[in-house]
């Protein structure tokens, strides 16, 4: 049985390519030197040394395809929002605060986010009765007074807000003043996590209900001969914002796609193989 080892390297002058073309057998063995011209040795060695680059190129594209396409499948983080208010109204009152729920085919909701403000606003008159001039004070609002602007979710939670303010007047004897317009704003913001609070009610196609009530209070500090009409209204606005990541597309698998490299990489190496043994039977 005969065996062949060929093996081409190029010489330190860069002028020549040597070819070792060894032949064993067995008992002997045999070792034959070629020599080879200057243009077919550099046509040897480039062709040599493309068939390996293909072969490394191909698979260096395929393995950075399958990092591109395991990246694109990475679900991201986004989110969602919806508003509404009431507008003022004359107290006391109740009424609804309707948004959308949140639609699972966008995504898996990871947290909601309530802001919620309520606005309590007063005007009115002021007279006085007696000769001399009276300073009065009027408290809008306040919890101490019985004020509460709420947000309820059903069996859910509730948020209370008591904006308060307080104004002084200075009314002449026998006289009447407008109250100008005294407005108080409260807000707040709550924020319910999945794996902590339940989730459950903001999901679904259908619009989600809070029950925004306004009860509000007012209160009058002066002299006896002082008499106040007070009007009151409230609104409010809430904003809920859903934090979701987003489903991932459908993607190749990244094993194929570097098994596809592979095989064209196998397909390169075996033509570089082929090519080698046309060289070593010259």
Same mark, same amino acid.
């Given at each position: 049985?005969?065996?062949?080892? +060929?093996?081409?390297?190029?010489?330190?002058?860069?002028?020549?390519?040597?070819?070792?073309?060894?032949? +064993? @057998?067995?008992?002997? @063995?045999?070792?034959?030197?070629?020599?080879?011209?200057?243009?077919?040795?550099?046509? /040897?060695?480039?062709?040599?040394?493309?068939?390996?680059?293909?072969?490394?190129?191909?698979?260096?594209?395929?393995?950075?395809?399958?990092?591109?396409?395991?990246?694109?499948? $990475?679900?991201?983080?986004?989110?969602?929002?919806?508003?509404?208010?009431?507008?003022?109204?004359?107290?006391?009152?109740?009424?609804?605060? @309707?948004?959308?729920?949140?639609?699972? @085919?966008?995504?898996?909701?990871?947290?909601?986010?309530?802001?919620?403000? $309520?606005?309590?606003?007063?005007? !009115?008159?002021?007279?006085?009765? !007696?000769?001399?001039?009276?300073?009065?004070?009027?408290?809008?609002?306040?919890?101490?007074?019985?004020?509460?602007?709420?947000?309820?979710?059903?069996? #859910?939670?509730?948020?209370?807000?008591?904006?308060?303010?307080?104004?002084? +007047?200075?009314?002449? !004897?026998?006289?009447?003043?407008?109250?100008? #317009?005294?407005?108080?704003?409260?807000?707040?913001?709550?924020?319910?996590?999945?794996? /902590?609070?339940?989730?459950?009610? +903001?999901?679904?196609?259908?619009?989600?209900?809070?029950?925004?009530?306004?009860?509000?209070?007012?209160?009058? %500090?002066? &002299?006896?001969?002082?008499?106040?009409?007070?009007?009151?209204?409230?609104?409010?606005?809430?904003?809920?914002?859903?934090?979701?990541?987003? /489903?991932?597309? &459908?993607?190749?698998?990244?094993?194929? %796609?570097?098994? %596809?490299?592979?095989?064209?990489?196998?397909?390169?190496?075996?033509?570089?193989?082929?090519?080698?043994?046309?060289?070593?039977?010259?």
């Amino acid at each position: 049985m005969v065996n062949f080892k +060929f093996s081409i390297f190029k010489s330190a002058s860069l002028s020549k390519i040597h070819t070792n073309l060894s032949i +064993f @057998s067995k008992p002997r @063995s045999k070792s034959l030197e070629l020599e080879i011209n200057e243009e077919s040795s550099n046509h /040897l060695f480039r062709k040599y040394y493309s068939m390996n680059s293909k072969i490394f190129n191909a698979l260096a594209a395929a393995t950075t395809l399958a990092g591109i396409v395991t990246t694109t499948g $990475a679900a991201n983080a986004a989110s969602l929002s919806f508003s509404t208010s009431t507008g003022f109204a004359r107290t006391d009152y109740e009424t609804n605060l @309707s948004v959308k729920q949140f639609n699972s @085919s966008l995504g898996e909701l990871q947290s909601v986010t309530i802001k919620y403000q $309520a606005d309590l606003k007063a005007d !009115g008159q002021l007279t006085n009765t !007696g000769p001399n001039s009276s300073k009065t004070t009027i408290i809008l609002g306040g919890e101490t007074y019985g004020t509460n602007l709420s947000l309820n979710l059903k069996d #859910e939670f509730n948020i209370d807000l008591s904006p308060t303010k307080t104004s002084n +007047f200075t009314i002449a !004897g026998f006289s009447t003043i407008s109250i100008p #317009e005294q407005i108080t704003t409260g807000s707040t913001t709550k924020t319910l996590t999945k794996g /902590l609070d339940n989730l459950n009610p +903001f999901i679904g196609n259908a619009n989600l209900d809070f029950l925004f009530t306004a009860i509000a209070r007012s209160v009058v %500090i002066g &002299p006896g001969n002082v008499s106040s009409q007070i009007n009151t209204f409230a609104q409010g606005s809430l904003e809920v914002t859903y934090n979701y990541n987003e /489903l991932p597309q &459908p993607i190749p698998e990244s094993s194929p %796609i570097l098994g %596809i490299g592979l095989i064209a990489g196998l397909g390169l190496l075996t033509q570089s193989k082929k090519s080698r043994h046309k060289v070593s039977n010259l």
